[in-house]
């Protein structure tokens, strides 16, 4: 089972964990379930995907590790493991770097595969590029953990992350307080130094500052066993020298002199002590060190830097002293070796492949430390239960005492961090708790406040002042909605300005679509079985007798055309007919209404009295006509109430629940004076990532060339089947903005017609059979109510912050107020979220106005009342 787990450790901590199963590349990863846990959450966001399979990635990773040897052999470099096995020679650094290149290429085609990238997208929107990330990839299978995992494009778009690896199975290894001495303390082991130099790691640790680091040079095991024993304990151990994997990569071995060379089962009882006693990080500059993180990962060891292949002992120096220099000067351990590795770029003139050897191996119970935290002997939190409580909240701001480098100028200094004592005893210090009957004796100001701003908050909302800002919020919270299921009911046929182009030479009588292509598009759609079909395209002349079929697929009883409705204000006087083939009771409209800036939100149903004299009296818009004629096809009852409501029987519903589409007035939920004509319904959008992906979209060209496999057909059978115009969106009226259009790419800001019928259509469907709400609205009173409510609340806080007032400090007070009012605006945008999720828009921005307008207000005259006075002294 594999496991990709990305978190975030700055203001706000976040994980997602990614479980691949029990997958591997020549397979794939048939279910992929992604976890996102957030901060004081115990419960997480899940979603899912798959990986296919990748068998090309081992081989292609195969070969670069014996480029990369041959290449380096070719080099005579002083590596610091000798290479062995090399079956490929006289490489050049140019065939090197394309291999590179492909195996980057290859990776990242592979991680942007459609059933995976979904989930990549979901973890873009709930991560942001200014947070520190950590990526932790848990896995046991070899040939997983050797993959470049810093290759994906992800890095790229988040620049404070960095990848680690995980075992499969962990757990914190609990460990007894230490005394701080304001020292780090380090065990140096420099090993076997046949070859290298690791005089210069030992002079780039002696320079670190604040540590009290120990050397043991080329020692016997006895000697190394010693110093591991030690109660006092180790923060960091640090190893130089030759060291390697096994065949399997499961085990590694470290050479301690020029005799002995010893494997981490031969060192497990003292390496378990060191941890116990408190060793937090480890880190192996030396060549091949996957295997000795496997055997380590069985102990338990919080954090472990190793190199994933042979390194050079130039490229070992450059780590480690860029490494120890972005550590100690206050950055995170990942920010750290992240920055530290890219520093290798540099070198890869001379070192080409280095800045793909250093890797982070991490224990996910223990959040990996910072300088800071191992020097002051910090407790460190630990994962349990949930990856909520996983990580703590680590910050990159906690090194924020910058220092000069150690590594680099020879000398250090960081400015002591002493707690700051408290300038007053307890005695000295004023009460700071809030009498609860302040708030009765201060009852008739707060009455007052929070009637008064509610009042003059609702005199704007009545004067239309607000309307703008609550469409906005409105927008906003249905675009936060989760993704839905696409709607399988129905099947939409867009007609591409490809489909137009490749009917050139057909007379099109000013059509889009000529006689012919709708012809052979009809002759076509009867192999689908559809219930009924919805004709988005306007028609105003006569078929053409040369095409008889295509008169009498017109006026069948299932299709159902449209015409065009005057509107005088946009300066169409006339309007446009309706194809003379179409039965007269099949004829609709599909005019909308959007609101001011191009938004639609309102589904326009039906039409009160039409002009019998115009071109179009349709009275009903198309997808009412296609819903009610799917539902009739299914036994479905429907009418009219007293006072002209639509009403639909959804018998498969508890207790027989009849479904009500209740109109809207002028003034409906933040509306004010809104063009209510007709039948309207607030148009609840079928929640997608774009509004086209409501339902199975195909061209008219898939379909008359048959690119629908039979088998996918016979799927596609009984559905509603709506066929418009998707052409360019500069030369076409049939382009809709929607509440989704502040997310989408510029080519996706508006919506072709045909897709927004799809929409209506749903709607309908999905309220009557499958229970899915309606957009809805409280009464005024209930909103008047609410309003009020939220005006109370800031009232509280204000009096609350007002009393603090006059007994804190200068303008400390403004911290609690800021924070206060903070989370009652986030607890009220929660409540209209849950609200917006169950088909209810109840009032956002009056609410939130009203509770800043009375918190902040009630802080400035709730000082000058007696009562109040009276109370604070």
Request: with cysteine; net charge neutral.
């Amino acid at each position: 089972m594999y496991l990709i787990e990305l978190q975030t450790a700055v203001s706000m901590s976040q994980s997602l964990v990614l479980k691949l199963g029990n997958g591997n590349c020549q397979e794939g990863f048939p279910t992929v379930i992604a976890q996102l846990w957030e901060t004081d959450h115990r419960n997480p966001i899940q979603f899912t995907g798959c990986l296919p399979a990748a068998p090309e990635l081992p081989k292609l990773y195969k070969r670069w590790q014996l480029m990369y040897a041959a290449l380096y052999g070719g080099f005579r470099c002083d590596l610091r493991l000798e290479i062995h096995d090399v079956s490929i020679t006289n490489v050049s650094e140019a065939e090197f770097r394309n291999l590179s290149q492909q195996l980057e290429e290859q990776i990242n085609t592979w991680l942007n595969a459609e059933e995976f990238h979904k989930i990549e997208r979901r973890v873009r929107t709930k991560l942001m590029p200014s947070e520190e990330i950590r990526v932790i990839i848990e896995a046991e299978d070899d040939q997983v953990r050797r993959l470049p995992w810093h290759l994906w494009r992800l890095f790229e778009d988040y620049p404070l992350t960095e990848v680690a690896l995980s075992s499969q199975e962990y757990e914190r290894v609990r460990t007894p307080a230490r005394e701080s001495t304001g020292q780090v303390r380090v065990l140096g082991i420099l090993g076997n130094s046949e070859g290298i130099e690791v005089e210069k790691d030992r002079a780039l640790l002696e320079q670190l500052p604040e540590a009290e680091t120990v050397f043991v040079v080329q020692p016997q095991r006895q000697e190394l066993n010693h110093q591991l024993w030690d109660k006092q304990g180790w923060d960091i151990l640090f190893f130089a020298g030759h060291s390697g994997s096994g065949a399997d990569a499961k085990t590694g071995y470290i050479s301690i002199n020029q005799t002995d060379s010893l494997t981490i089962s031969q060192l497990k009882h003292a390496l378990r002590t060191a941890i116990t006693c408190g060793l937090r990080l480890a880190i192996f500059n030396s060549c091949d060190g996957l295997g000795l993180a496997r055997e380590l990962a069985d102990l338990h060891i919080p954090q472990l830097i190793v190199m994933r292949e042979p390194v050079p002992d130039r490229v070992a120096q450059e780590f480690l002293k860029s490494f120890l220099t972005a550590f100690a000067g206050g950055k995170s351990l990942y920010l750290a070796v992240r920055e530290a590795r890219e520093r290798l770029q540099g070198w890869e003139d001379n070192y080409p492949g280095a800045s793909w050897l250093p890797v982070i191996c991490q224990n996910p119970a223990v959040v990996p430390p910072t300088w800071q935290q191992l020097r002051d002997r910090n407790q460190f939190p630990s994962v349990s239960g949930s990856s909520s409580q996983a990580h703590g909240s680590q910050t990159s701001s906690e090194g924020q005492h910058m220092m000069r480098s150690a590594v680099t100028k020879g000398q250090t200094s960081l400015p002591s961090t002493s707690p700051t004592p408290s300038d007053q005893t307890s005695s000295d210090k004023p009460s700071h708790s809030f009498p609860i009957r302040l708030l009765w004796c201060d009852r008739v100001l707060l009455l007052k406040a929070s009637v008064f701003a509610m009042a003059l908050v609702m005199g704007l909302r009545w004067l239309g002042l607000l309307e703008g800002l609550e469409l906005k919020a409105f927008d906003k919270l249905m675009r936060q909605r989760p993704d839905e299921m696409r709607d399988e009911r129905l099947l939409i046929v867009k007609a591409t300005p490809e489909d137009i182009k490749n009917q050139e030479q057909q007379p099109k009588h000013g059509a889009s679509l000529s006689d012919h292509t709708l012809t052979r598009l009809f002759e076509k759609l009867q192999e689908y079985e559809p219930v009924t079909i919805g004709l988005d395209i306007y028609r105003d002349f006569p078929v053409d007798p040369a095409y008889p079929k295509l008169a009498t697929y017109l006026g069948q009883k299932n299709l159902f055309g449209i015409c065009k409705v005057k509107d005088a204000k946009a300066g169409d006087t006339e309007g446009i007919s309706p194809p003379l083939e179409i039965r007269p009771d099949r004829i609709s409209f599909s005019d909308a209404l959007p609101d001011q800036g191009g938004i639609l939100r309102r589904h326009l149903l039906s039409l009160n009295s039409p002009d019998l004299t115009d071109k179009c009296t349709a009275k009903n818009n198309l997808s009412l006509l296609l819903a009610l004629y799917y539902l009739d096809a299914k036994g479905i009852q429907w009418g009219y109430t007293s006072n002209q409501q639509l009403w639909i029987d959804a018998p498969d519903l508890d207790n027989g629940k009849t479904v009500v589409l209740k109109e809207l007035n002028s003034d409906t939920g933040g509306y004010h004076r809104v063009d209510a004509a007709g039948r309207q319904i607030l148009l609840n959008y079928r929640s997608r990532r774009s509004p086209e992906d409501i339902a199975l979209t195909v061209n008219v060209g898939d379909i008359l060339n048959d690119k629908i496999p039979p088998q996918r057909r016979s799927q596609l059978k009984g559905r509603i089947i709506l066929v418009g115009i998707a052409g360019p969106i500069n030369t076409s009226s049939d382009y809709w903005l929607t509440p989704y259009s502040a997310s989408q790419s510029l080519s996706e800001k508006r919506t072709p017609g045909v897709v927004i019928q799809g929409h209506m259509v749903s709607q309908i469907l999905s309220a009557v059979l499958d229970n899915r709400p309606l957009l809805w609205v409280w009464s005024e009173s209930t909103e008047v109510l609410w309003i009020w409510g939220w005006s109370v609340v800031g009232s509280v806080i204000g009096l609350v912050m007002g009393f603090r007032s006059g007994q804190a400090r200068g303008m400390h007070f403004l911290s609690g107020l800021v924070i206060s009012t903070g989370v009652a605006l986030g607890a009220l945008y929660g409540i209209c979220y849950l609200f917006i999720l169950q088909g209810g828009w109840i009032p956002l921005v009056p609410s939130a106005m009203v509770l800043v307008l009375t918190s902040v207000g009630m802080v400035l005259v709730v000082r000058y009342t007696p009562c109040s006075n009276q109370m604070r002294q």
